[in-house]
């Protein structure tokens, strides 16, 4: 077993800590392997009334999958320094196979489920808190969806809950990576409630000790929440103040069309348009195609697995080479943070080679 993840029992509430703050509690396969049959369990037992996850520090919730120790199974250093791509690797096969079972066993609990999301809350992250039935931000919540900056796509069940947010928010926040607060998520639906950092600590305990008087663990839970929760200024946000933008250009066609839209409102005069233009192009232009199509077909789906069988599809491809070499190394790895992308442009990047994400595999598919 593994001391990156632990868990506790009080009066009817169980506690899941990721506890490995050094790396901002990044979500080690290891990790994903101790959690899902602690699950299964307190769903059977009916001495458990809710369940509660949280991370270790002040920093993180969840930085993410551990797609570091992914992209090291794949690759062999190379005499001279750097690394060289070997292929596909059972830890690349089986790591997002794991933990996209997690994410499904997590949407399909009875009980409710209350994610801490407090501080950065990204990519893995999300998946272990969008799914459940609570999601308590703090002031210090940074959630994103930067999976275009490092070759990937916005996984874990982006492609159900990102075309399901207001409007076309989920497409903006999957093609850039864009950063919500406190504010932002809860305008989004991203985040259910708000308690300040201060008070978690105190909402823990009356948590457990409302959860040893109840038989009714939701109803104990949204009590506690209805006493500690607070009203962030929701126009405070960037995604609530530059909805119209968001929607008129994100609802495009194509990714090309996105582009042409942002440069008309941005000629137009929004600096929003600009800016949003010039984050775009510095993405992986084959994970904008992917991730655009990956919502797109996201949004007509009727259930989270379905959703997840599409992903872990697109992961293979993407292990397969390409990308998410480059963006891993650029960001995690040498973090230069300058990726040279290929196919660099997006008229490079054909519906042919995009539909080749999506094809059925040979091997092992997704099941929950
Ligand atoms: C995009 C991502 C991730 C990321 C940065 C991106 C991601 C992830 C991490 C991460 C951060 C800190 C760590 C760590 C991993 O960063 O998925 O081990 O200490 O896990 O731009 O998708």
Redesign the pocket.
Known sequence: MTDDISFSEEGGLATITLN?P???N??THDMVRALAPKLDSWEDDDGIKAILIRGAGEK?FC???????VWYSMMKAVDGGGYSFEGPSELSRTFFMDEYRLNHAIHALSKPYVALIDG?T????VGLSIHGSHRIATERLMF????S??G?FPDVGGGWFLPRLPGETGMYLALT?ARLGAAGALALGVATHMVPAGRIGEFEAALTSELAETTNGRAAVNDVLERFAETPDAESDPVVAERAVIDRCFAQKSVEAIFDALDREAKGGSAFAAETRDVLLKKSPTSLKISFAQLRRGRDMSSLAQVLTMEYRMTQRCMAGGDFFE?IRA??VDKDHAPNWSPASLAEVSNDLVDRYFAPLDDTEFSV
Do not use: N, S
């Open positions: 490995r050094k790396a901002l990044a979500l993180a930085a993410g999958g551990d797609v570091r120790a950065v990204m990519g893995g992250g994103a969806m930067p999976e900056a490092i990937l990576g963006g960001v995690l």
